[in-house]
């Protein structure tokens, strides 16, 4: 049995063209226009996703100066803070500074001992026995003086002494005293150095000032 649509009655011929059309705009939707939207909406997402980082990496470039002012800032505050706890001892040179604040303040040295560090978790305690020669006064001068120090010293175990005298009294001698000065060190962390902690406490060469 054939079909023809010249068979059918001209409303019948349309109803079959308009079925033919909605076949053929249904399978053009099912196997193009559905998955062109799919992936139109996938990069859709992928663009908002590329301009969200876009717009992070604008915001950040544009804080770039102040993060670098933070970090200058940091530096700045690192080098202050290794001025007042330096990463090395040098008993040489805090002698010569004591002794310049100690003449300064008409007081004369007479012993200089650094002693063995107590090692804590980020620095090491430096204990120096100072023995002292001088006037009340200007050992009250000497100790303001050490206390200004950009470098941290603190001062315990003060003992101070009057001299005899044998009728033969110096006004700039009248005293003697003795302290311990102890200062600190900043540990310097290496990493792989197995030996750091023992080396922070090896005890510094004695010295006496004349």
Same mark, same amino acid.
């Given at each position: 049995?054939?079909?023809? =649509? ?9 109803? #079959?063209? %308009? /079925?033919?059309?909605?076949? @053929? $705009?249904? &399978? ?52 202050? =803070? ?9 008993? #040489?040179? %805090? /002698?010569?500074?004591?002794? @310049? $604040?100690? &003449? ?107």
């Amino acid at each position: 049995m054939e079909l023809s =649509l010249t068979k059918l009655p001209w409303y019948g011929q349309i109803g #079959a063209f %308009l /079925l033919l059309a909605l076949a @053929g $705009v249904g &399978a053009f939707g099912y196997y193009y226009e559905l998955p062109a939207r799919g992936d139109l909406d996938l990069r859709r997402q992928q663009l908002a996703a590329l301009q969200k980082d876009i717009n992070m990496g604008t915001a950040t470039a544009k804080k770039l100066p102040e993060f670098r002012a933070q970090v200058g800032e940091l530096e700045a505050r690192l080098n202050n =803070l290794k001025a007042v706890l330096p990463e090395e001892k040098d008993a #040489a040179d %805090l /002698l010569r500074r004591m002794q @310049g $604040v100690a &003449a300064q303040s008409n007081l004369t040295i007479k012993s200089f001992k650094p002693a063995d560090p107590v090692t804590k978790t980020l620095h090491s305690e430096w204990p120096i026995n100072l023995e002292l020669e001088g006037t009340y006064h200007n050992l009250a001068i000497f100790f303001d003086r050490v206390s200004k120090f950009t470098r941290i010293v603190n001062i315990s175990r003060l003992d101070v002494k009057g001299k005899e005298s044998n009728g033969k009294a110096d006004p700039n001698s009248t005293i003697t005293a003795s302290c311990v000065a102890t200062t600190f060190v900043l540990l310097e962390q290496k990493p792989g150095a197995k030996g750091a902690a023992k080396g922070a406490a090896t005890k510094p060469p004695a010295t006496k000032g004349t």
